[in-house]
């Protein structure tokens, strides 16, 4: 009876292993058959369904000297909802509710978004469409509402995060800032420093719903991705904005192809503004094209400040020497030159011709030491050589082209390059041969700075994703361009030119300026009888002590063409603004703590602020956006109401707290100015009617 019973149980184990193993085998047969008969047909319906995708961090931002940011990367999402996950009671309980909320927020009425949601229902919708591109604020806003607030996987609410880089400043250094562009080439800053700018990298899995939308499996925020570190540039947007307005005012006025124009520090390089304007089809001006680093061409006028220094300085000229004018008119060779301006002058000193910007004058000089032999040739190539301007300035952005001068020494060239006997008179006032705007203004700087060439630079700091920072200090290129009294000389033309010559027209309140005009005939050879000129003027201010460096190009102005003319007024309106800017008032100091200006904007931004420099404050507004107004003793935070069917009162507001109002009620918004608003294009408290609104700011 006891050995049945053990045959029993043996023979129930037997079948039980003998079962887990036919299963077993049968599992492996499978395995085997799903991943090497049939691997390649899963494989492909897998990765119809879900993949892995390369997801870029957080780019980090790019500001001015000042702390103003010039580029950032904001987040928008496109919103869907899981109908289904939502329990019976709890979707029945609050539909209506949801409707009516999703219905202030969209131009859909309660009763639509109720059947659509219904309908979706119905149908097992896991992945029902609310909002495409919406903004941080109406995302959160969307987990708050009945149901949503319950949770992702309770309520249903899910999202996918992209995020687009944004200029606050819009237009201002628009192209030397730069572009983050996901198929095309990188631009300006954003290019130069994208190692640095760009977020860490991570590895997404994605999940493929119907209508062919992929959404992240886990949420990105789950996640610990590092942000990009930030770039903070030499650039002052205060001189920026008045840099670039007075350009595009200019450009305007001529009808003009283009225009750029730049200030940069004498003492150190550092370049605090950058205007290029393009004029497009449509009429309108954009940034399209940084001209100042990567246009070559003829500098014309501008270019006999290098000229003249390299005669004085190759000690073959005495700019008190009298010299030819032929009354503005001369044949060298078989062409003939000519001055912008008529005079009746047959002789007169160096100095002089160079302020009335004589070409003959300038032209007879150079002929006269260096354009008889090949000899004098190379050294008229080699004086000029040594002063540093047949190089390229290095500018840390790309795009940056190098001089073109003719070489007597090179004679295997095309025949339009090859030296002639009109080089040295024609090259003397600045053609046959090419410089950017920026390559010629560096030379301006370096004289002014008294001899010592500076790099020009963009950059005052780098700080990197771990927390650690890089300054940039100020690089020099060349010690002395020249001696010391070579450069006297050429500032001494220079404040001549101001005062007397070309340039005397162009006066400015409370302070003094040196420069030269520029005025470029194209094509000048082979008899076109369309005339084309650009217009141009390079100097800078103070000139007893300089402390910015200015050269403005106008291109292919219409109507009028003289340097003095239509690139003098740019320089001359920059120079009188900027100049003011140190005149500015500034928050004056009583017992030690700094009075506060009425000002608009984040209530949180305003408290922290308030809290760290000690000062008291009264908070009336319970709200986020207040009016801060100070008292006597205290500072009264009122609250400053937001609707979000009416155009709100942003005046008193910084930039960023009012872009940030206005676009998140779907507004466009145009900048004039830098400051705060004081006047905007739609009145507070209208219908929002339009799709674009005007801010200006000072």
């Not at 001359?572 to 017992?591: A, T």
């Amino acid at each position: 009876m006891q050995m049945d019973r053990k045959s029993e149980l043996l023979l129930r184990v037997y079948v039980v292993f003998f079962a887990f193993a036919l299963f077993a085998a049968v599992i492996m047969c499978k395995v085997v058959k799903i991943t090497l008969v049939e691997g390649d047909k899963w494989r492909e319906l897998g990765g119809r369904n879900v993949k892995w995708v390369d997801v870029k961090g957080e780019r980090g931002n790019i500001y001015d000297q000042h702390g103003n940011l010039l580029a950032t990367s904001l987040p928008y999402f496109d919103i869907y909802v899981d109908l289904v996950t939502s329990p019976d009671r709890l979707f029945d309980e609050n539909i209506n509710a949801l409707s009516r909320k999703l219905s202030q927020v969209s131009s859909k009425s309660a009763a639509a978004w109720k059947s659509e949601l219904v309908n979706g229902r119905k149908k097992g919708k896991k992945y029902y469409p609310l909002f495409r591109n919406a903004t941080k604020d109406k995302r959160d806003l969307l987990k708050t509402f009945p149901i949503f607030n319950k949770g992702k996987h309770k309520g249903g609410l899910q999202w996918e995060e992209k995020r687009t880089r944004e200029k606050p400043y819009k237009l201002l250094a628009s192209r030397t800032i730069g572009l983050d562009r996901e198929n095309a080439s990188k631009i300006g800053l954003e290019r130069t420093y994208d190692a640095i700018l760009e977020g860490e990298k991570q590895k997404r899995l994605l999940r493929r719903f119907p209508g062919g939308d992929w959404l992240p499996v886990f949420d990105p925020g789950e996640t610990n991705q590092k942000k990009g570190g930030d770039v903070v540039t030499t650039l002052d947007m205060h001189i920026q904005d008045i840099v670039h307005h007075e350009l595009l005012e200019a450009c305007e006025a001529y009808a003009a192809q283009g225009g750029t124009a730049v200030v940069m520090e004498v003492e150190t390089g550092a370049i605090k503004a950058m205007a290029n304007l393009k004029r497009l089809k449509s009429g309108n001006y954009n940034e399209e094209y940084n001209y100042a680093v990567g246009r070559l061409s003829e500098p014309g006028s501008t270019f006999k400040l290098i000229s003249s220094l390299a005669m004085i300085e190759d000690k073959k000229l005495d700019i008190t020497k009298q010299i030819a004018l032929n009354k503005g008119k001369k044949k060298f060779y078989n062409h003939w030159m000519r001055d912008s301006e008529r005079h009746n002058l047959e002789i007169a000193t160096f100095k002089h011709a160079f302020e009335i910007s004589s070409n003959v004058g300038m032209a007879n000089a150079a002929y006269s030491l260096y354009g008889r032999s090949r000899s004098q040739w190379v050294e008229f190539y080699e004086a000029l050589n040594n002063l540093g301007v047949m190089e390229p300035t290095g500018i840390e952005i790309a795009g940056e082209l190098k001089p073109y001068f003719k070489n007597p020494s090179n004679k295997k060239v095309e025949p339009n390059k090859k030296w002639s006997g009109t080089t040295v008179p024609w090259m003397a006032h600045g053609y046959e041969l090419e410089m950017t705007p920026l390559q010629i203004l560096n030379v301006y700087n370096a004289v002014a700075n008294d001899g010592r060439m500076m790099k020009p630079y963009l950059t005052k700091e780098l700080i990197f994703s771990d927390g650690t920072s890089k300054k940039i200090a100020p690089r020099v290129l060349k010690q002395k361009i020249a001696s010391e009294e070579a450069i006297k000389k050429a500032q001494e033309m220079l404040e001549g030119v101001a005062e007397r010559g070309t340039a005397k027209r162009l006066k400015v309140t409370n302070t003094s300026f040196a420069g030269k005009t520029g005025t470029t005939r194209l094509n000048y050879w082979g008899g076109n009888d369309k005339k084309e000129y650009n217009a141009s003027f390079a100097g800078y201010f103070p000139a007893d002590n300089p402390k910015y460096s200015v050269m403005v190009v106008i291109y292919k102005p219409e109507g009028a063409y003289y340097g003095s003319t239509v690139a003098g007024p740019v320089f001359q309106d920059i120079v009188q603004r900027v100049s003011g800017l140190g005149n500015r008032n500034l928050p004056e100091f009583v017992e030690g703590r700094k009075v506060v200006k009425a000002h608009s904007g984040y209530n949180a931004d305003y408290k922290k602020l308030l809290e760290f420099v000690g000062l008291d404050y009264s908070d009336e507004s319970k709200g986020n956006w207040v009016h801060m107004k100070p008292d006597s003793d205290v500072v009264t935070i009122e609250k400053r109401t937001i609707k979000k069917t009416v155009v709100p009162d942003v005046k008193g507001m910084g930039l960023r707290d009012a872009v940030y109002v206005l676009e998140s009620l779907g507004l466009q918004v145009d900048v004039l100015g830098v400051g705060q608003v004081y006047k905007q294009s739609m009145k507070p408290g209208t219908a929002i009617d339009k799709k674009s609104i005007t801010i200006h700011l000072k």
